[in-house]
């Protein structure tokens, strides 16, 4: 599978943005999927993730009723719709793929198969 990640870009404090994670060579039917952060000096940070048994939907507490993922069958895609930014969003964000992983492992990076190439939020005024 190949992840394209896009949406990225500047914002204010208070806006939205909407990230999609697009794949290719291969349906993400069957994959858990989530989206890490990371910013310079730091190890990648959880932030969404959505399993593919039963759908169920994770959130870190920092973005809680702030972002939403969704699956976008009809793309195969994955968007995280992020609204209320913060200068604290402001980091690389990168989508990430797994049949296999179980529920304590979805803040885990190393659990994850395939990963997109990042796309950079930036929360500034």
């Known amino acids: 599978v190949q992840l394209q990640a896009s949406g990225g870009g500047l914002v204010l404090p208070g806006g939205s943005l909407r990230l999609s994670c697009a794949a290719s060579?291969?349906?993400?039917?069957?994959?858990?999927m989530s989206w890490f952060r990371q910013t310079p000096g730091k190890e990648r940070e959880f932030v969404a993730g959505?399993?593919?048994?039963?759908?169920?939907?994770y959130y870190a507490d920092s973005v809680k009723s702030r972002f939403t993922i969704s699956r976008v069958s009809a793309e195969n895609a994955v968007n995280l719709q992020m609204n209320s930014l913060r200068p604290e969003d402001t980091a690389v964000y990168y989508c990430?793929?797994?049949?296999?992983?179980?529920?304590?492992?979805?803040?885990?990076?190393?659990?994850?198969?395939?990963w997109g190439q990042g796309t950079q939020v930036t929360v500034s005024s």
């Open positions: 959505i399993k593919w048994s039963g759908g169920r939907i």
């Open positions: 060579g291969r349906t993400l039917s069957g994959y858990s």
């Open positions: 990430a793929a797994s049949r296999t992983i179980i529920l304590s492992q979805f803040g885990v990076p190393s659990a994850y198969d395939y």
